[in-house]
């Protein structure tokens, strides 16, 4: 039987989304024997494969990169989920979003620099003018809110997403859970 | 025709970061630069929340290491509030934060590192992961799962929850320890000692032949900056911090919360979104540190239990002064597990551990405040004012990544200096240039909370700053 294809995907989180994912623990160890994990910031691939049968995506979208890298994964995966509630419904990144992109540049880069106060724009990205939820961009398949999911919710979802089986979300998580 | 060399994504960080390296006409490296892409802006909108918001809003800064950032925020609230918390709170918290630098650590270790440290630099990238190393050593791929396992499990028994546990509270934590549970953290202990021993073992085993790699992985002299407490040993979460300079000599000591932004400063460069700290007194960039477990290591002079002691006298043979490069980190991370769990050991046979005075409570006594911790990969620190009414009017934050920025910068230079010849490179001397930056497990969820993030990529520029080439690794 042909192994199926996981991607996991970091945008604008704080990474509790991937951690929670790895409190899988020995789980994790089984999952691998049922599918590969063909691109994640865990292994050493640099370009998204393809097509992947399930993306998991962690954290909103708030740069350009952001923006970019949403819109590629889309269009070479099989099955999207939106993985807690920062790609959900935005969350903390997107407490910015009613005081804009240059006033927080400033205070980080400008007020709060002892020397060589300068906004950073070398080879880093802009930041968009508001941090969106990637339902917001991209077609979405499976809403997993939680801050973050908990490895069960995790567990129960991937195998149900693996074999097929019924998925009952509202059963497993909520929103800030 | 010069070029630059771009790595994008680093993989196997926690988070996303970018290196380039500019090579010239003749194809030797002039500069090297690790880019950090995100930004968030925490320093900011955290104004105008009710100052005991804080520790459960910053803990999203970092899924790694949200539980420093509860602690180093609560200190704060507490310097707000002008209150002692409860001694059996103080002792909850270390074991807490101790439990978080276990599980951490075993992160770095184990699912990031050592698939270069046991499956080998240059090893197929395909199957160098974790997975990879469960395959081929399935002993130490499953204590390392078992590592991480032990901390995450110890959150969860006393928070409540794995991450963004909130337990944590200005004035203490909010329940006190069952005794329940403090018999199944004392049952999980065996396991823990017998995963660390065999990692401890392996490494000490493998660390010969790495020599090259030590010699040139971020292998220079700087200055360290790290907690200790009265009588020298390590700390974690309380005591105040030390900076000594390449030589071990102590330049200051008894650096509390209160005084850190008078003697570190931070500068801005224009190619990263993490800011680069430094030791005022000495200016930028000379007054550039690291801080973490080397650091720690190098600081102290004893850990306080008896197992990590003996490994600390082992570590400071390695060197005369201050053990210099960074390869060292993952040795340093070992003994700072080792430490963990032992003093984890230790606190439960604390006689008042079960107490049930865990919150101390007050209001607005100070319109400003600090706090700081060790984080797993170094030094955090929170500062804040407030309002008559608590609300915040103003916040920075100075974390363990833009600490070590410099160091990063400096050693990626080095190692790329070393390797690319000629304009030459390969796939394993790309994995060793991120590998560089791997040794000091940088936190980009963290040194993004101003804005951003960062995955790892690797452009070579000429020195007209003009793109060579660009390397994507698949």
Known sequence: MNKLKLATVWLDGCSGCHMSLLDLDERLIELAQLVDVVYSPLVDVKVFPDMVDIALVEGAVASVDDEAKIRKVRAHSRTLVAMGDCAVAGNVPSMRNP??????????????????????????????????????????????????????????????????????????????? | MPQTITIDPVTRLEGHGKITIQLNGQGEVEDAHFHVTQVRGFERFSE??????????????????????????????????????????????????????????????????????????????????????VAAKPDLGRAGVALRRFG???????????????????????????????????????????GI??????????????????????????????????????????????????????????????????????????????????????????????????????????????????????????????????????????IDILYGIEKIEQILTDPLILDKHVRASA????????????????????????????LITWANLVIATGQNNNAMNKGVLQAARHYVKDGKFTEGILNRVEAVVRTFDPCLSCSTHAFGQMPLALTLLNANREVVDTVVRN
């Open chain 2, 152 to 194: 995450q499990h110890i959150i969860e028994l006393l928070g409540n929850k794995r991450i963004h546990p909130g337990w944590v509270v200005p004035g203490g934590v909010t329940e006190p320890l069952a005794p329940a549970k403090r018999d199944e953290i004392l049952a999980m202990m065996p396991e823990a000692y017998h």
């Open chain 1, 99 to 177: 005081i804009g992109p240059e006033a927080i540049l400033n205070r980080a880069y400008i007020e709060n620099a002892t020397i060589q106060a300068q906004i950073p724009c070398v080879v880093v990205p802009k930041l968009l003018k508001t941090v969106r939820p990637i339902h917001e961009l991209v077609e979405v398949d499976v809403f997993l809110p939680g801050c973050p999911p908990s490895a069960d919710t995790f567990h129960a979802a991937l195998m149900a997403l693996v074999t097929g089986g019924p998925l009952d979300i509202p059963t497993l998580t909520r929103f800030g859970a």
């Open chain 2, 363 to 390: 209001g607005v006594n100070r319109l400003e405040g600090a706090g700081q911790a060790e984080a797993p990969r170094g030094t955090l620190h929170h500062h804040y004012k407030v309002d008559e009414n608590g």
């Open chain 2, 197 to 334: 021993k065999l990692a401890l073992a392996a490494y000490k085993q493998i660390a010969d032949a790495f020599r090259p790699e030590i010699a040139v992985f971020a292998n220079f002299q700087s200055n360290y900056l790290g907690l200790v407490n009265e009588d020298g040993s390590v700390e974690f979460t309380d005591g105040s911090l030390r900076f000594i300079d390449s030589a071990g000599n102590v330049i200051e000591d008894g650096i509390t919360a209160n005084r850190f932004a008078e003697v570190i400063g931070e500068a801005v460069e224009p190619y990263t979104f993490t800011k680069f700290a430094y030791y005022k007194p000495l200016g930028y960039p000379e007054g550039s540190y690291r801080v973490g477990p080397l650091a720690r290591l190098n600081i102290a002079t004893s850990m306080g239990t008896p197992l990590a002691d003996a490994e600390l006298a082992e570590f400071k043979q390695l060197a005369s002064g201050p053990v210099q490069s960074s390869f060292y980190y993952h040795h340093a991370r070992l």
């Open chain 2, 48 to 133: 105008g929340r009710p100052f005991y918001e804080m520790p459960s809003l910053m803990a999203r800064i970092c899924g790694i290491c949200p539980v420093s950032h509860l602690i180093a925020s609560a200190k704060a609230c507490e310097a707000i509030m002008s209150v002692r918390i409860p001694h059996t709170a103080a002792q909850l918290r270390r074991m807490l934060n101790l439990a978080q630098m276990v599980q951490s650590h075993a992160l770095s270790f184990f699912y990031l590192s050592s698939p270069d440290l046991l499956l080998g630099l240059d090893s197929d990238p395909g199957s160098r992961h974790i997975f990879g190393v």
